[in-house]
């Protein structure tokens, strides 16, 4: 059966700007980070990626080592783009990343030129793909000249590999740095890609007012901090949640305090007639600096959820101060390190 995308997917999902750039994204993207690797039936993805687009979502996130296992997100995107999305190729972005470890030895990982472009060749191999549309260094570097690792991401634009370039979970100071280097190369920086939420508000610190002084563009990841924003924690850690597993998220990080804080934000989410996560992503898009928000989706009922945030990002003074109150740093920002140096 062939794939026929709606023909109003681009009514109800509004857009904005990436920093000073011709370049749109809508204001919820897709990430693949969960749910896209081997351990979901691919029809299952099928599903989730034609409905996203179907009600206009363009932006697909990756990186080389989303799965599990590493390099299986990009495998069964590039399958699907390949046999649902190929005609809708020009409609679509497209990104991934490289940085974090993906094969052994000293050239698998963090950000040498080496690496970077090496990853670049092999995810394009495993998306099937002759480019991608945003190429990112993942995480700082402290043992590689930026010059070299900003070098890469140049030459990734200039060899027709990448159309632009960002970076991810860089601190504010190395942001200036690796914008002042690309533009001396001739390579604008358009986007930085931190995490984000009302659980871990560290960009407010000085990064979003670097992305805003030098017309960079903000996409913000995790702003349902793993979960924790989603509602599933009101009542306690179930079974079978990232909290109840000791992954990415700890069930020690679940603390009386936490979810006091949760609850009362789902609190405000109700009087605004929104669930806690609609709350939590409209919050992120208050900022216009915020050019997008980040979400997984482990099916269509959570994608149609999530999406509904879009649109709704007006809060009164009253709202935000409310939120101030129980928005607090809940110690879910495990990229810390890379963004403190």
């Known amino acids: 059966m ?9 009514t109800g999902l509004p857009y904005r700007r990436c920093g000073r750039s011709g370049l749109l994204l809508p204001e919820v993207s897709l990430g693949l980070w969960q749910n896209f690797g081997d351990g979901k039936p691919i029809e299952d993805q099928r599903a989730i990626l034609r409905r996203a687009f179907d009600l206009g979502v363009t932006h697909f996130d990756l990186a080389n080592n ?13 399958r699907i783009m390949r046999e649902d999305l190929r005609p809708y190729r020009d409609e679509l972005i497209i990104s991934t990343k490289a940085g974090y470890d993906m094969w052994p030895g000293p050239y698998g990982e963090w950000g040498s030129r080496k690496y970077l472009l090496a990853s670049l060749d092999q995810s394009l191999q495993r998306l099937g793909l002759e480019y991608v549309d945003i190429f990112y260094s993942h995480r700082f570097d402290p043992d590689t000249p930026l010059e070299e690792t900003m070098g890469a991401l140049d030459t990734a634009v200039r060899s027709g590999k990448a159309l632009y370039v960002g970076i991810s979970s860089y601190s504010a100071e190395r942001t200036m740095e690796a914008a002042d280097l690309l533009r001396r190369m001739g390579t604008r920086l358009l986007i930085h ?27 913000a990841f995790s702003p349902l901090a793993q979960g924790v924003l989603t509602g599933k924690y009101l009542d306690g850690v179930p079974a079978g949640s990232r ?14 305090q936490m979810l006091a804080h949760v609850r009362a934000l789902n609190e405000i989410a109700r009087s605004r007639g929104q669930t806690l996560a609609q709350l939590a992503l409209s919050w992120a898009l208050r900022d216009p600096r915020v050019t997008s928000v980040l979400i997984g989706a482990s099916s269509i009922a959570q994608l149609e959820e999530n999406l509904g945030a879009a649109g709704h990002t007006d809060f009164t003074a009253d709202q935000l101060a409310a939120i101030d109150r129980d928005a607090v740093e809940a110690g879910v920002n495990l990229w810390a390190a890379s963004s403190a140096q």
């Open 243 to 256: 909290a109840s597993l000791n992954g990415s998220l700890a069930r020690d990080q679940m603390t009386p």
């Open 66 to 78: 989303y799965g599990p296992p590493y390099g299986s997100a990009e495998i069964n995107f590039g």
């Open 2 to 10: 062939t794939y026929t995308a709606a023909d109003d997917r681009y």
């Open 193 to 219: 890609q931190p995490s984000y939420s009302m659980l871990n508000r560290w960009i407010e610190g000085g990064l979003l007012d670097v992305l805003g002084r030098e017309g960079i563009g903000c996409i």
